[in-house]
Protein backbone atom coordinates (compact mmCIF):
# COMPACT_ATOMS: atom_id res chain seq x y z
CA UNK A 1 0.00 0.00 0.00
CA UNK A 2 1.24 3.54 -0.65
CA UNK A 3 0.87 6.07 1.30
CA UNK A 4 -0.03 9.51 -0.42
CA UNK A 5 -0.35 12.20 2.19
CA UNK A 6 1.42 12.79 4.92
CA UNK A 7 3.88 9.62 4.78
CA UNK A 8 5.80 9.16 8.11
CA UNK A 9 9.07 9.31 7.20
CA UNK A 10 8.42 12.91 6.49
CA UNK A 11 7.16 13.65 9.77
CA UNK A 12 10.32 15.44 11.13
CA UNK A 13 10.74 17.44 8.25
CA UNK A 14 7.58 18.89 7.96
CA UNK A 15 7.74 19.63 11.78
CA UNK A 16 10.95 21.03 10.83
CA UNK A 17 9.82 23.14 8.24
CA UNK A 18 6.53 24.29 10.14
CA UNK A 19 8.69 25.51 13.04
CA UNK A 20 11.73 27.58 10.38
CA UNK A 21 8.90 29.54 8.50
CA UNK A 22 9.79 32.32 6.51
CA UNK A 23 8.65 35.67 6.63
CA UNK A 24 6.47 35.50 3.88
CA UNK A 25 5.09 32.37 5.19
CA UNK A 26 3.69 33.33 8.79
CA UNK A 27 2.19 36.40 6.96
CA UNK A 28 0.08 33.89 4.30
CA UNK A 29 -0.67 31.46 7.10
CA UNK A 30 -1.87 34.17 9.39
CA UNK A 31 -4.40 34.63 6.33
CA UNK A 32 -4.93 31.08 5.55
CA UNK A 33 -5.91 29.48 9.13
CA UNK A 34 -9.03 28.56 11.08
CA UNK A 35 -10.99 29.01 7.46
CA UNK A 36 -10.76 32.73 6.78
CA UNK A 37 -11.19 32.15 3.58
CA UNK A 38 -14.02 29.91 3.54
CA UNK A 39 -11.83 26.77 3.27
CA UNK A 40 -9.23 24.48 5.25
CA UNK A 41 -5.57 24.93 4.68
CA UNK A 42 -2.97 23.12 5.78
CA UNK A 43 0.58 23.61 6.13
CA UNK A 44 3.63 22.15 5.25
CA UNK A 45 1.66 19.01 3.50
CA UNK A 46 2.88 16.26 2.16
CA UNK A 47 1.86 14.28 -0.81
CA UNK A 48 3.72 11.49 -1.97
CA UNK A 49 7.53 12.70 -1.40
CA UNK A 50 6.65 16.53 -1.68
CA UNK A 51 6.38 18.74 0.88
CA UNK A 52 3.46 21.60 -0.25
CA UNK A 53 3.79 24.87 2.03
CA UNK A 54 -0.03 25.44 2.09
CA UNK A 55 -2.52 22.92 0.60
CA UNK A 56 -6.41 23.08 0.79
CA UNK A 57 -7.71 19.29 0.61
CA UNK A 58 -11.27 20.39 -0.37
CA UNK A 59 -10.68 22.68 -3.49
CA UNK A 60 -7.07 20.23 -4.44
CA UNK A 61 -5.24 23.57 -4.27
CA UNK A 62 -1.55 23.75 -3.30
CA UNK A 63 -0.04 26.86 -2.67
CA UNK A 64 3.94 27.48 -2.86
CA UNK A 65 6.12 30.16 -2.05
CA UNK A 66 9.23 30.65 -3.17
CA UNK A 67 12.38 31.99 -2.63
CA UNK A 68 15.70 32.75 -4.60
CA UNK A 69 16.54 29.28 -4.46
CA UNK A 70 13.88 28.12 -6.78
CA UNK A 71 15.58 29.92 -9.78
CA UNK A 72 17.69 27.42 -9.39
CA UNK A 73 14.98 24.32 -9.30
CA UNK A 74 13.38 25.03 -12.31
CA UNK A 75 13.21 21.58 -13.00
CA UNK A 76 12.20 20.14 -9.86
CA UNK A 77 9.61 22.41 -9.23
CA UNK A 78 8.45 21.02 -12.80
CA UNK A 79 8.45 17.57 -11.53
CA UNK A 80 6.22 18.39 -8.95
CA UNK A 81 3.28 20.12 -10.09
CA UNK A 82 3.24 17.28 -12.88
CA UNK A 83 2.98 14.58 -10.01
CA UNK A 84 0.54 16.81 -7.84
CA UNK A 85 -1.50 17.37 -11.46
CA UNK A 86 -2.11 13.65 -11.81
CA UNK A 87 -3.72 14.05 -8.74
CA UNK A 88 -5.97 16.50 -9.58
CA UNK A 89 -4.28 19.48 -8.10
CA UNK A 90 -3.46 22.63 -9.08
CA UNK A 91 -0.30 24.66 -7.66
CA UNK A 92 -0.25 28.90 -7.33
CA UNK A 93 3.10 29.94 -7.24
CA UNK A 94 4.25 33.09 -5.41
CA UNK A 95 7.58 34.75 -4.61
CA UNK A 96 8.35 35.46 -1.02
CA UNK A 97 8.76 39.00 -1.84
CA UNK A 98 5.08 38.91 -3.20
CA UNK A 99 3.20 38.30 0.01
CA UNK A 100 5.51 40.75 2.09
CA UNK A 101 5.15 43.53 0.02
CA UNK A 102 1.69 42.81 -1.29
CA UNK A 103 -0.21 40.57 0.63
CA UNK A 104 -3.51 41.60 -0.16
CA UNK A 105 -3.14 40.45 -3.76
CA UNK A 106 -1.97 37.21 -2.89
CA UNK A 107 -4.99 36.25 -1.14
CA UNK A 108 -7.30 38.18 -4.45
CA UNK A 109 -5.21 35.66 -6.32
CA UNK A 110 -6.02 32.68 -3.85
CA UNK A 111 -9.51 33.21 -3.82
CA UNK A 112 -9.95 33.70 -7.77
CA UNK A 113 -8.52 30.32 -7.90
CA UNK A 114 -11.35 28.57 -5.58
Given at each position: MV???N???LKGRRKELRNNQTEAEN???EKLRRNQLGYKFKRQHSIGRFILDFYCPEKK???ELDGAQ???NKQYDKEREAYLSEFGI???RFWNSEVT???NSVIQKIVFAF
Open positions: ILYHPKLLWLAIHLEKTLKDL
